[in-house]
């Protein structure tokens, strides 16, 4: 097969590993559940303003919330094998569209051992090992980062920023504070 053959078969490949689904509670972190059960209700609470002429006024709307498949999963925090469950927030919801995103990404929510741990903004979070060390990096929008000669960059210039997990102190080490602990935590 030529090169372009194949490329095009991984690409159709990746885009049927991203449909969306409607979103399901994942059985395994209750802290996911809950998390998504929040969107869910911003999602229903959103739908008042969308009412049809020929809607009943008075009845609860509820809106359809889905979520790509690969929008929750695990990474690594450790080279010893602790693990975050990272929920990116790309939720679609019926007459919002893609409310939680924006040009800087959808921010998303990391849970360690149930508790959750947040970002409003930046992209799909992933992690790379160097010895004893692992780093979460953060795709975020260009413009937050600065270049040598001291440029602001653009939307789509590549740019991170890194955490660490601390397990002693169980949370996220970072230069800016880039991981929070989320309000949603009981």
């Given amino acids: 097969m030529r090169s372009w053959a194949l490329r ?34 911003q999602c229903d609470a959103e739908q008042a303003n969308f009412h049809g002429i020929d809607d009943d006024l008075d009845a609860p709307l509820q809106g359809v919330l889905s979520l790509s498949e690969d929008a929750i999963y695990d990474i690594a925090l450790t080279p010893d094998g602790v693990t975050g469950t990272v929920l990116y927030n790309e939720f679609h919801c019926t007459n919002v569209g893609y409310g939680w995103c924006g040009s800087g990404g959808c921010g998303f929510h990391l849970i360690v051992d149930g508790v959750a741990f947040f970002r409003r903004s930046g992209f799909r979070p992933s992690s790379v090992t160097q010895g004893d060390d692992t780093f979460v990096l953060i795709p975020i929008h260009g413009s937050g980062c600065v270049t040598s000669d001291g440029n602001s960059g653009a939307g789509a210039d590549p740019c991170y920023v890194v955490a660490t997990w601390d397990a002693d102190a169980a949370t996220f080490r970072s230069k800016g504070g880039e991981i929070d602990l989320s309000p949603l935590n009981p």
């Fill in 8 to 41: 095009f078969l991984g690409h159709s490949c990746h885009a049927l590993l991203c449909v969306p689904m409607m979103v399901q509670p994942v059985q395994a972190d209750p802290m996911v559940d809950f998390i998504i059960e929040q969107f869910q209700e």
